[in-house]
């Protein structure tokens, strides 16, 4: 198992998640971050700091977003880790609203 960062984090990027993190699972695109599955160890920390309720175990997944799986998986080896939270995007509190962004996922690194 592992957890995965779904559609809510685009363009939101709140980075609370990657603060908790005891294993620095996490990895920075422009406009989301993603969980290197290889490394998460499965302990739940972050799910809860996601103040847009972004990450979900694969068993949790809904429906509609199981291509974040793959994403979370393929973006974990280009995109640098991050360990510590950031300035949330500054369309974050907007973003946070909409649904299924999944046309506005950027795939390049975050900086
Ligand atoms: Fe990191 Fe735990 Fe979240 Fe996995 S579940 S990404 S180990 S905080
Ligand atoms: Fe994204 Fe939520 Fe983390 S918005 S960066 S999964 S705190």
């Known amino acids: ?27 920075e695109g422009k406009n989301m971050v993603v969980i290197d599955p290889k490394v998460c160890i499965d302990c739940r ?22 291509d974040y799986a793959e994403i979370n998986a393929i973006y974990a080896k280009k995109w640098p880790v991050i360990k510590s939270k950031k300035e949330p995007l500054p369309e974050s509190e907007e973003f946070s609203q909409v649904q299924n962004k999944r046309d506005l996922f950027d795939p390049n690194p975050g900086d």
């Open 45 to 66: 920390l972050c799910v809860d700091e996601c103040p847009v309720g972004a990450i979900y175990s694969d068993e949790e997944l809904p429906v509609d977003w199981l």
């Open 1 to 27: 198992m592992a957890f995965i960062v779904a559609d809510p984090c685009i363009k939101c990027k709140n980075t609370d998640c990657a603060e908790v993190c005891p294993v620095n699972a996490f990895h």
